[in-house]
């Protein structure tokens, strides 16, 4: 399984009420959350976001409150991959079982820029920031991850069988 994109990239401790505003939580529609992921601090972004782009963080990614409407927005809104230096534990749970992939990679987070085209690799764990060349290893997914992120998320992967 892989991805390709462009980044959208952003700093320490983007908390989930960065990433969908708690005025929003009302509606639990993933095209809802879309349409304000990340306005608070990038207003150009859901304009700009296409379908496969990837975000990049850096430390304490996905802070802040437990609810799954953060990782949910963020795929909603077309995002293939979050990169980060770390994240939350609550974040990382949430995002692994709504099907969204995240990947760990300090050098990747620390190196790679907003505008990169960047490729994963999710069976190997490669990162591959193609506009600079360099290449980058976080750790692959195991495969019981692996079938829930291609599931789309936990209960789907329950509903098919593969967990």
């Known amino acids: 399984m892989k991805a390709k994109g462009n ?13 969908i505003p708690a005025r929003y939580l009302l509606s639990g529609d993933p095209d809802e959350l879309a349409a304000h992921c990340m306005e608070d601090i990038d207003k150009e972004f859901i ?14 990614f996905g802070c802040g409150s437990s609810r799954e409407h953060a990782p949910i927005a963020i795929k909603a809104a077309g995002i293939s991959c979050v990169i980060a230096k770390s994240f939350a534990r609550i974040f990382y749970r949430n995002a692994i079982n709504i099907g969204l992939p995240i990947l760990e990679c300090p050098e990747a987070a620390e190196e ?52």
């Open 112 to 163: 790679i820029r907003g505008g990169d085209q960047v490729e994963v690799d999710f069976d190997t764990g490669s990162i591959r920031d193609i506009t600079t060349g360099k290449t980058f290893q976080a750790q692959p997914f195991p495969p019981f991850i692996q079938e829930i992120i291609t599931a789309g998320g936990l209960v789907n992967a329950i509903k098919e069988g593969r967990v």
């Open 47 to 60: 304009h700009k976001v296409q379908k496969g782009d990837i975000m990049v963080g850096q430390l304490n």
């Open 7 to 19: 980044v959208f990239a952003y700093g320490d401790n983007i908390d989930t009420d960065v990433i």
